[in-house]
């Protein structure tokens, strides 16, 4: 596991560039046509099964997670509104940032209608997780709740020992992609633009980071779920906030970005003079790739965080649980993306970052662009670090016991500090291989789990058929 963790670290030591390729090239691999049909086809399968459920009852669902917030005598470690938090804490981070900047930037524009995508089909899978993920939970030697992917992926697929062998797959992905997706690009991307902002080291940048990280995580899931359940409602308005401002002053180019979204997702327009071109293949893989890591859909881990919310009823928490989903592709990613490509940065040749930083600073007044967006990055990629602290323990938990929650705990904060000096190109790259292998065994278990979550859909509307 330390080899693995610290696999970020050996290849941005590597000068010739050769290790570096091979972890693209593997990247390239693993998210070919096969993922992305298993990616969308799922979604679109699951969509067509529970009756476009995501569409029909989305308001009730945000009255749920809003309004609601908690259901009494349920049991769990966390209300609704914590564990909607604590997962929105662990997706809401550098993929609504620079996860969009730089699928624009390697895709194109059409990216953007790819990551919506990836989010209208990606509410039923969501939703599909979550009831499995409550439905299929255990009570651990410490009273708390676990759930997700590892254990309805053994306990729901009854063909010998395949379920187990999915479970102890995805376990083994997700514990090692926690100090990708989760830690390394979150430290790795705050570290890149506080340091454009404030002039200081990267390093310096990556130990405070860690020293902040060390004083929630250590507490667990409860105080996870408190911190978020405040904290990200506040991180999420203030971005969305400066973004409005942007868009606001630049209306009357809103409604060509819009158009450059449509026109570049099905065709292969060229972009800055023609100095740089998109394929819709290019649109397509960007486009999807960047939503699946900043929604989370297909990857399974937001199963894992409703498998710690109080309640009685799976159906009822998955439903709070697709709004997930929802807010962050539907409504910030897509925030970011009009922002980038409305003010023209999208044609600068900029990438990650940089690019949103560029964006925001062409939009608003002074230095106030490139400040914001260091402070909204900041604080999403904290937020992020802290949810997938909690993914990665309980996957570790369920292969080697709670025994080594608290190594696994310590290594991950060294890893936020390490990882603020690692090279983007290459945190990314290993981060997109760590989703895609986490995705397959998760969505097989999902197709063949999706009688089951039909019957519970099914049972829970006949009982509440007002939901």
Not at 244 to 256: A, E, K, M, Q
């Amino acid at each position: 596991m330390i080899r693995l963790a610290a696999l970020p670290v050996l290849l941005s030591q590597t000068t010739d560039g050769t290790l570096v390729d091979r972890v693209a090239a593997v990247r390239d691999a693993v998210w070919g046509v096969p993922l992305i049909v298993l990616l969308v086809g799922t979604g679109v399968y699951l969509t067509l099964l529970l009756r476009g459920l995501q569409f029909r009852k989305l308001w009730h669902a945000l009255y749920l997670a809003f309004f609601k917030r908690k259901e009494e005598g349920g049991d769990g470690d966390i209300s609704h509104f914590q564990a909607l938090m604590t997962a929105l804490a662990a997706t809401v981070g550098t993929g609504n940032i620079v996860g969009v900047a730089t699928a624009i930037s390697a895709g194109g524009p059409g990216a953007l209608f790819w990551m919506w995508i990836t989010g209208l089909v990606g509410m039923a899978t969501k939703y599909s997780e979550a009831v499995l993920g409550v439905r299929f939970r255990e009570t651990d030697a410490r009273g708390e709740k676990s759930g997700g992917p590892m254990y309805y992926l053994e306990n729901g697929i009854r063909w010998g020992n395949f379920g187990r062998v999915l479970a102890t797959a995805f376990a083994l992905f997700a514990a090692v992609a926690a100090f990708g997706i989760g830690n390394g690009v979150q430290s790795n991307s705050v570290a890149e633009a506080v340091s454009n902002v404030t002039g200081l080291s990267r390093l310096t940048i990556g130990l405070a980071t860690a020293f902040l990280v060390s004083t929630v995580i250590l507490g667990g899931v409860k105080s996870i779920g408190r911190f978020a359940g405040v904290f990200v409602p506040f991180m999420i308005l203030t971005y969305m906030g400066a973004a409005t401002v942007v868009l606001l002053l630049n209306l009357d180019r809103v409604p060509d970005a819009f158009r450059l979204v449509f026109e570049h997702a099905f065709s292969g327009r060229a972009a800055a003079g023609g100095a740089v071109g998109y394929t819709i293949s290019q649109a397509m893989r960007n486009g999807i790739s960047r939503g699946v890591f900043s929604n989370e859909s297909g990857l399974g881990t937001g199963a894992i965080a409703a498998a710690a919310a109080q309640t009685r009823e799976p159906v009822r928490q998955a439903l709070i649980s697709m709004t997930q989903t929802f807010i962050d592709t539907l409504v910030v990613c897509t925030f970011t993306g009009i922002v980038i490509l409305s003010t023209g940065a999208w044609e600068t040749g900029l990438a990650g970052a940089s690019l949103t930083q560029q964006a925001f600073s062409t939009g608003l007044p002074g230095e106030w662009g490139e400040r914001i967006v260091a402070v909204c990055l900041s604080f999403f990629a904290f937020s992020t670090i802290l949810g997938w602290s909690y993914y990665g323990e309980r996957n570790v938990q369920y292969l080697v016991g709670a025994k080594a929650i608290v190594p696994y705990r310590l290594l991950f904060v060294v890893v936020t500090a390490v990882a603020a000096v690692v090279e983007l190109d290459v945190v990314w790259a290993i981060s997109d291989v760590m989703n895609g292998l986490m995705a397959f065994p998760n969505l097989i278990g999902l197709l063949l789990l999706s009688g089951l979550v039909l019957r519970e859909t099914r049972s829970y509307f006949e009982r509440y058929p007002r939901g």
